[in-house]
């Protein structure tokens, strides 16, 4: 029986979209992965009493990885690795300190090798010059879409038929049913407001809220913005623009919200708008076709593997942006029409199908070790 892992101590929270993923994903077919060998499951403290309770067939230990940068570049791989000991493959995200010839990894996106400001220097210096090579000897790589998969075989030279995709799910009917009551206490109504969701930093273009904030009072529109998510230290950008545009009153910015929350600002908005610059993948955008609300994506990959064309904007015509929400404002059917478009493409990404891209992974990954003995 093969020995496995999973290095989730980088998971502070459950609620983040990798924890959500580890846990979607190996719930989705217990007993499949359960089958494949014995698990160990290394978690950070705050999430190791949850992941252990949502996946009862893997063995938890709690792994506190040091907080620094510098401090898991002089002890984390060392202590990483003796926590891991002898497991034939570990599923863990990419770092300077991991075996690569055992690693299993899932390469989300590539923006840490954007001089953003969201990597440290160290960080992409490493990704531009070591990554490719992490890439080529790990037994097999994984990502979550076909646009992520077309960079890395540019990046690593790796063939595409190495680099196996398995994008998220969602659970349709945790969003479909939501209650909207807890709009009242942030002062919404349903159907109120446009809504965007996620980490509050540069790539997502949270400045495109002001613009169309602006546009829609230039309108004569009085639309409200709502946008949710954990804002990022010292990135005040986004609410700046809202300032200097006269739309503060216009835009609002609430922070991180909790999952009830949440759902019934996705079920209570009007459409669900997404203008990132660069993403992975999208998981608000499933999310929100879940909950029954009409999409607005930046016509751009990977969105075009999540929504239809139709739900697709260019970002440098925020006015086509406004003449859509006004034909879905204005047209009972054409909204209805789309919301049903966006339930059925969020019902196509199940964390079933997801859990059985996973597994064939796992399965050839082994395969590959195996060779190399």
Known sequence: MSRLAVDATAIRTLASGTGRRLVSLLGAAPEAFASRGDWLVLAAPETAEEIARRLPFVEVRVHDSPRSALARALHGGRRLRAALGDRDLVLQDPRPYADPARTLP??????QLEPSGEASLARRLWMRRRFPAVLRTCPLVTT????????????????AEEILVVPNGVVVEDFAGSDVAAL???????????????????????GFLSE???????????????HAGAPRPGFDEPERLAAERGVADRVR??????????RALYRGAEAFLMPSHVEGFGVPLLEAMAAGVPVLAAARPPFDEIVAAGDLWPLDRPGAWLDRLDALAGDAGARESAVARGRERAAEFTWSRAAERQLRAIDRALEVLATRR
């Open 144 to 159: 979550v879409s076909e646009h992520v998969r077309g960079e890395l075989v540019a990046l690593s030279g790796r063939p």
């Open 106 to 111: 899932c390469v989300h996106d590539l923006r």
């Open 212 to 226: 169309l904030a602006a546009l829609d009072r230039e309108r004569g529109g009085r639309r409200l913005l709502v």
């Open 253 to 262: 910015w609430l922070g991180a919200v909790d999952e009830a929350t949440l």
């Open 184 to 206: 009242g206490p942030l002062g919404l109504e349903p159907r109120g407001y446009l809504l965007a969701v996620g980490h509050r930093e540069p790539r997502k273009n949270l």
